[in-house]
Nanobody, 127 residues
Framework: QVQLVESGGGMVQSGDSLRLSCAAS????????MGWFRQAPGKEREFLAR????????NIEDSVKGRFTISRDNSKNTVYLDMNSLKPEDTAVYYC????????????????????WGQGTVVTVSS
């Protein structure tokens, strides 16, 4: 069974930092591109970041570029999202996802491109 398990969420203040982790099992992790998405109340799930299977290529959504960084450690089957200078508008459920295909730039940000999803971890940023 494929499992993606996010952790590291919590309640923080504006300006704080968090590291989210996503631990994968049941798949050949090093052959999958990994992505991070978030979903705020009443909003669609939105793309945040993607990292290629070997970590060589990253894609970051413009609104969080410079604050958020995606990385992976294939020896630990784990992908990370480092979030700095958090804002109240970052409050959401954060999900990791896995994709086994090469993608165009349009496909990279499309949630339907990803075949495995975690259950999410909640991030709440207070002002």
């Amino acid at each position: 069974q494929v499992q993606l398990v996010e952790s590291g969420g919590g309640m923080v203040q504006s300006g704080d930092s968090l590291r989210l982790s996503c631990a994968a099992s049941g798949l050949a992790f090093s052959t999958y591109a990994m992505g991070w998405f978030r979903q705020a109340p009443g909003k669609e799930r939105e793309f945040l970041a993607r990292i290629s299977y070997n970590g060589g290529i990253t894609n970051i959504e413009d609104s969080v570029k410079g604050r958020f960084t995606i990385s992976r450690d294939n020896s630990k089957n784990t992908v990370y999202l480092d979030m700095n200078s958090l804002k109240p508008e970052d409050t959401a459920v954060y999900y990791c996802a896995a994709d086994h295909s090469s993608r165009t730039t349009a496909e990279i940000i499309d949630s339907t491109s990803y075949i495995y999803w975690g259950q999410g971890t909640v991030v709440t940023v207070s002002s």
